[in-house]
């Protein structure tokens, strides 16, 4: 794993990755801690494989805090952020990356609650821990952020419209952050192999993955991504609060 950040770049820094205990979210804390930041790994159930990580991050030389957290569970939040005042004593990245929607048994109204509401309530929470020079980082897909304007796989566009809804509500809080300090900035990614999304894709529409990357000409994969959602830690934020992340040839925005 190369490292796209400068060593120190990031010391003295505390960031939360939400949904980090594995793929995207994994190797973006990896990326964050080798560039020196201490990090807050969030996890939903998987406590084994978060603390994993978190021996990664200290053998770095950071901190790591592995905080499991229900993010559609207001309560779960607000506790999450009360063990990160204690341990960091505030925040000054929050890469909002967890989402879902595709999986079973969850609930009809589920992708809309863990996609937009969820990622509302993370950032109310946070923001009290949050000072001037802070940034908010959203991740999402192509599929969700040119949804209004290019169809999706039917099997997905019910996380791609709630994603989409959860990136516009964000958006609508840009001069609020932005007049604590605070900036804001969206990372879309095309299909990226390797992620459960893409997976349960496959599953469901054979050859979309195959069908993607003939038209893109290249996918990225997770670890690929996840130094594109990094960078977008330091970067200087576009004029448009949105990084694009591989080919959007077939999106029309």
């Not at 978190?54 to 905080?67: D, F, H, N, S, Y």
């Not at 001069?175 to 879309?188: P, Q």
């Not at 192999?193 to 997770?222: D, F, M, Q, W």
Request: hydrophobic share 40%.
């Amino acid at each position: 794993m190369t490292q796209p950040l400068q060593p120190l770049s990031l010391e003295g820094r505390r960031a939360l990755v939400t949904g980090s205990s594995r793929g995207i979210g994994a190797d973006t804390v990896r990326y964050l801690a080798q560039a020196g930041a201490d990090v807050v790994i969030n996890y939903r159930n998987k406590a084994p494989r978060a603390e994993k990580l978190a021996t990664e991050v200290r053998e770095l030389g950071a901190r790591a805090l592995t905080q499991g957290a229900d993010l559609t569970d207001g309560g779960s939040v607000e506790d999450m952020m009360t063990a990160i005042r204690v341990e960091f004593g505030g925040l000054d990245i929050l890469v909002l990356n967890a989402s879902g929607g595709m999986e079973s048994g969850m609930g009809e109204d589920y992708a809309l609650r863990l996609n937009r509401d969820a990622q509302l309530n993370v950032l109310n929470a946070a923001l009290p821990l949050m000072g001037p020079g802070s940034r908010v980082v959203f991740v999402t897909s192509h599929q969700a952020h040119f949804i209004r304007t290019t169809p999706t796989m039917p099997e997905y566009e019910p996380v791609a419209l709630s994603k989409r809804a959860g990136e516009d509500a964000l958006r609508d809080r840009i001069a609020e952050l932005t007049s604590r300090g605070i900036e804001f900035v969206v990372v879309s990614g095309d299909m990226i192999e390797g992620t459960v999304t893409a997976t349960l894709l496959e599953r469901s529409n054979p050859g979309a993955i195959e069908g993607r990357r003939a038209e893109a000409g290249k996918l990225y994969n997770v670890s690929e991504f996840a130094a594109e959602v990094a960078k977008a830690v330091i970067e200087p934020v576009p004029a448009d609060h949105t990084k694009l992340v591989g080919s959007t040839s077939g999106f029309s925005g």
